[in-house]
Nanobody
Framework: QVQLVESGGGLVQAGGSLRLSCAASGSIFSINAMGWYRQAPGKQRELVASITSGGSTNYADSVKGRFTISRDNAKNTVYLQMNSLKPEDTAVYYC???????????????????WGQGTQVTVSS
């Protein structure tokens, strides 16, 4: 079993900063890609940022220069540093892990597309 647990959301004024964390638990051997998505009310879930195990990153245009994604492979944890927050960044932020190799009773297994429960980020104007 693989579980993702996010933390770090909250309420912040425009221009402020927040740091999100997401820890993956289970008998994990490796994770290929980890990322952050967000979903605002009435909108579709969208990619915010992603990072591979090798450190390659990808960002949505709307957050480039303001958000930074990083990960600690030893801890199976991904972070999202969000600076210069805007009211339009308000959403539920979800952590995602893809390409996970973990140890099950029957041996090593691979799994895809795991999601955390989400953490609310609210930016006031």
């Amino acid at each position: 079993q693989v579980q993702l647990v996010e933390s770090g959301g909250g309420l912040v004024q425009a221009g402020g900063s927040l740091r999100l964390s997401c820890a993956a638990s289970g008998s994990i051997f490796s994770i290929n890609a980890m990322g952050w998505y967000r979903q605002a009310p009435g909108k579709q879930r969208e990619l915010v940022a992603s990072i591979t195990s090798g450190g390659s990153t990808n960002y949505a245009d709307s957050v480039k220069g303001r958000f930074t994604i990083s990960r600690d492979n030893a801890k199976n944890t991904v972070y999202l540093q969000m600076n210069s927050l805007k009211p339009e960044d308000t959403a539920v932020y979800y952590c995602n892990a893809d390409g996970v190799i973990f140890l099950a009773r029957s041996g090593y297994q691979s799994g895809y597309d795991y999601w955390g429960q989400g953490t609310q980020v609210t930016v006031s104007s």
